[in-house]
C-alpha cells in the first residue's frame, strides 16, 4: 500500500508542476480539482448506464408494485418474480453503485497522502502547500484554531460549506419534486410500503451529510468531496433531461 501512496503522492506533485506559474502556491488545490475531474470523466460512462437504470427501474415501479400485491404474503416467491422481470427488461438494480464505487479508491488515496506526516520514509512536502492560506492537510478544527472562522482557512472552508450547501438544497428539491410525481406508486396496502415510503422521504436530506465529511477530513480530501459533488449534480441534471424513455409493457 506504501508503494501505491507514494506514487499517487507523485502523480499530485506532477499535475501541480505545470500549475505553479499560474496558481503559484495553489498549485496543488488546483491539481486536486483536476484529478478529480479525471477520475469522474473516467467514471462517467458507467454514470450514463446508471442514468439509464435509474429511468428504468422508475418506469418498471408499476409492474413492481403490481408483484408485491400478488405476492405479498410469499417474499420468496417475490424475489424470484422481482429477479426474473430485472432479468427480462435487462435491468441492474445495483446499477447506481458502480460509480461510487470507482471514486472510494481514489478517495482513500487522497485522504492518506494528506492524512501522512511521512511517505515513503521521508518527509510529505505536499503538506506544505495550502489554498488561499489554508494548509491542505488541516482540517476545519484546525482552522478554526488557527485563524477563527474569518481566517483566511475558516473563509476557505465557509466557501466549501456554501457550495455543498447548495448543492445538497438543489439535489433534495429535485428529489422531492420527483418522489411527488412518484407518490402515487407507494401503495399502502402492501406490507413495508410504509417504510418504503419513508426511506424515499429521507433520501433528500443524505446529501447534507457531505458537509460532516467536508469538515473532518484534510482539506485536500474536502476539495476532492466537494469538486465530486458538484460534478454528480451537474452530470445528474444532465443525463436526467436527456435519457431517452424506455417502452416498458404493462403486466398482463
Known amino acids: 500500500m506504501s508503494t501505491i501512496i507514494s506514487a499517487f503522492a507523485r502523480l499530485v506533485d506532477a499535475l501541480a508542476g505545470p500549475l505553479g506559474p499560474l496558481f503559484h ?29 435509474q429511468r428504468a427501474r ?24 422481482t429477479t426474473r422481470l430485472y432479468e427480462e427488461e435487462q435491468v441492474s438494480p445495483l446499477a447506481g453503485c458502480l460509480p461510487m464505487l470507482l471514486q472510494l479508491p481514489a478517495f482513500y488515496l487522497m485522504y492518506r497522502v494528506f492524512y501522512s506526516s511521512e511517505i515513503g520514509g521521508r518527509p510529505n512536502e505536499l503538506l506544505g502547500h495550502s489554498l ?4 491542505l492537510g488541516d482540517r ?10 474569518f481566517g483566511p482557512a475558516g473563509l476557505v472552508y465557509a466557501a466549501l460549506f456554501v457550495i455543498i450547501g447548495a448543492v445538497a438544497t438543489f439535489g433534495a428539491v429535485r428529489a422531492r419534486r420527483q418522489q411527488a410525481g412518484a407518490a402515487p406508486l407507494v401503495d399502502a396496502s402492501v406490507p413495508g410500503s410504509g417504510a418504503v415510503a419513508g426511506a424515499m422521504r429521507l433520501m433528500p ?3 447534507f451529510f457531505t458537509l460532516v465529511t467536508v469538515a ?7 476539495l476532492y468531496v466537494v469538486t465530486s459533488t458538484v460534478w454528480t449534480a451537474a452530470e445528474r441534471y444532465l443525463l436526467q433531461r436527456e435519457a431517452p424513455r424506455r417502452a416498458v409493457a404493462a403486466p398482463v
Do not use: C, D, M, Y
Open 140 to 149: 476545519w478544527s484546525e482552522a478554526l484554531a488557527r485563524g477563527g472562522p
Open 205 to 207: 436530506l443524505l446529501s
Open 132 to 135: 488561499l492560506g489554508a494548509p
Open 25 to 53: 502556491g495553489s498549485a496543488v488545490a488546483v491539481a486536486i480539482v483536476l484529478f478529480t475531474v479525471l477520475v469522474r470523466l473516467a467514471a462517467h460512462p458507467l454514470s450514463r448506464a446508471s442514468a439509464r437504470a
Open 58 to 81: 422508475a418506469e418498471l415501479a408499476p409492474r413492481l408494485a403490481e408483484l408485491r400485491r400478488t405476492h405479498a404474503k410469499n417474499p420468496q416467491k417475490l424475489q424470484r418474480a
Open 216 to 222: 473532518v477530513v484534510p482539506l485536500a480530501a474536502a
